[in-house]
């Protein structure tokens, strides 16, 4: 299973491998008093900045670890002299590694970029060929049935099929939504048009698209809540994946609970907190990152969207993009997705405000 890993900002890489390979290389001189160790260690920690960080920390690094080099490891010792050849040629071969392993580098990272791009394309192909294929065919047998048996089905039998054809309509409507989006948010062209906007309201919104499952929404909201600066119709969609996911695995006889609560009393730096709480299964604390992965599904867990990961995927992103997080926490029963929105300063009584 695909575990996440903190990432390490680039200065920090470039100044941890420059000390570990100082450290390491004084300690080869002491020991073995050769050279060539220490120049293979100081180039080594050049190709691993290269790997890891921009081109810039490359140039930088390479000509401080020549720099240094000259100044612990040659003769005369703790002095920057180089009229020597050989003390020339070690910082040119210091920057002729820069620039071949920086080159390299980016061919590299380039490569990996075409790789994941094909990835995904792959993926929304197989995403597509399945989950738009299921309902159109109940759409398109639906709607053959009662076309052909028109005059025999009773008005109850008619309003069934319509009922299930809408259903399914919206269903793919939903999914082509948060395809686009998917690919949208993948390469970064989505940029929300904020304004304040009432939590309460867009919530809402949301529910009121549930409409044959609303009686199974409870939401609880407190007394006063500041706005929310967002795009409204993009926080719509990121809460309604999330709405949908719990309602679909959640037992029909069950309902689901949406709180809206502030965190933080200074409003400045307060944030709005939207839980959304099932009563199903819940997943396991291994699956809590995973499940807001593009695309991730596995036996045990099937998500929305058929199985194929992309609505809390979508909902990450969206999120993401208004400052604010989303994350899986940990309850006793059930599933709880909490969602984390930075408020503005002024307060929203009761919840009224716009949401357009």
Known sequence: MKMKT?????????????????LISY???????????????????VVVVALSCRSRWVYGVALFEALCFNFLFTVPRY????????????????????????????????????????????????SVSHDLRTPLSTIIGTLSTLKEYMDKLSEQEKQELLDSATIESHRLHQYIEN???????HHGVVVPKMSEQSAVAIIHHVMDRFSQQKYRLILQIDDKL????????????????????????SP??????ISINILGTDNKCSQVVIDVRDQGDGISSAQSETIF??????????????????????????????????????VAQG??????????????INGKGNAS
């Open 6 to 22: 903190p990432t390490i900002p680039s200065h920090y890489l470039a100044v941890l491998a420059v000390s570990t390979a100082l």
């Open 27 to 45: 300690g080869l001189d002491i020991w073995l008093g050769s050279n060539i160790a220490v120049l293979l260690i100081l180039q080594l920690a």
């Open 79 to 126: 002095s920057l002299e180089m009229f020597n050849g050989d003390d020339m040629v070690n910082l040119l071969v210091f920057l002729l590694v820069a620039v071949i392993t920086s080159k390299l580098a980016e061919l590299y990272q380039h490569q990996q970029n075409q790789l994941k791009q094909e990835q995904l394309r792959n993926s929304i192909l197989l």
């Open 179 to 185: 395809l686009l989006q998917a690919t949208k948010l």
């Open 226 to 249: 500041p706005l929310i600066s967002v795009s409204a119709s993009l926080i719509q969609q990121a809460i309604f994946n999330v709405i949908d996911n719990a309602l679909r695995y």
């Open 252 to 257: 029909i006889d069950k309902a689901v609970i």
């Open 293 to 330: 992965e593009l695309f991730y599904s596995v036996d045990s867990f099937k998500r929305n969207d058929s199985g194929t990961g992309l609505g809390l995927a979508v909902s990450k992103g969206i999120i993401a993009a208004h400052h604010g997080s989303i994350q899986s926490v940990p």
């Open 335 to 348: 599933c709880l997705i909490r969602i984390c929105l930075p408020a503005c300063i002024e307060v929203s």
